[in-house]
């Protein structure tokens, strides 16, 4: 990978937007909308899943970057993905 493309800020901005894409590709490919209308009560811990599996993207490209020495993309993808972590733990408390 060229030196240019090895930024944090890239990094950061593909942890944030990947798992928010692959969460609302995997609710509408798998017709989850009705479904996570009806669980009223257990909507936080349907999210908490949710979140928790939007999130395994990142961990493959962190894989993937790290194994191409871009060092400070991967490092980005995992300080993009703590926010979903984060909430992912939070939703399941």
């Known amino acids: 990978m060229p030196e240019r493309f090895d930024q944090y800020w890239i990094g950061i901005a593909l942890g944030l937007i990947m798992p928010a894409v692959f969460g609302w590709l995997y609710i509408d490919h798998f017709n989850l909308w009705p479904?996570?209308?009806?669980?009223?009560?257990?909507?936080?811990?349907?999210?908490?899943?949710?979140?928790?599996v939007s999130v395994f993207p990142d961990l493959a490209f962190i894989f993937v970057f790290y194994a191409a020495d871009a060092w400070k993309v991967s490092k980005g993808l995992l300080v993009g993905a703590m926010p979903?972590?984060?909430?992912?733990?939070?939703?399941t408390l």
Request: glycine share 8%; proline share 0%; aromatic share 24%.
């Open 35 to 52: 479904s996570m209308r009806m669980f009223g009560t257990g909507l936080s811990q349907t999210w908490s899943k949710l979140l928790f």
């Open 84 to 91: 979903y972590i984060i909430a992912s733990v939070y939703f």
